[in-house]
């Protein structure tokens, strides 16, 4: 599932990951362009999959900043 969360309030954003996470029992992920390397967005999805500590949220940080590829 994919949502959403952006405009001028990092805050109000902040607060409905963390409320999602806890709602799901989940861990987050913050992903830079910095820390995409050579990573596809799929690699990183698929490796949130497989986590040893249950469920991840992966939350890309500023995307318009991402590579077009």
Known sequence: ??????GEDTICARERIDALAAQNNAQIRFVDTEDMGEKSLESLF???HHSLFGKTIVVLRDVST???E
């Open 1 to 6: 599932m994919i949502r959403y969360f952006f």
């Open 46 to 48: 698929d490796s949130s």
């Open 66 to 68: 991402f590579p077009e």
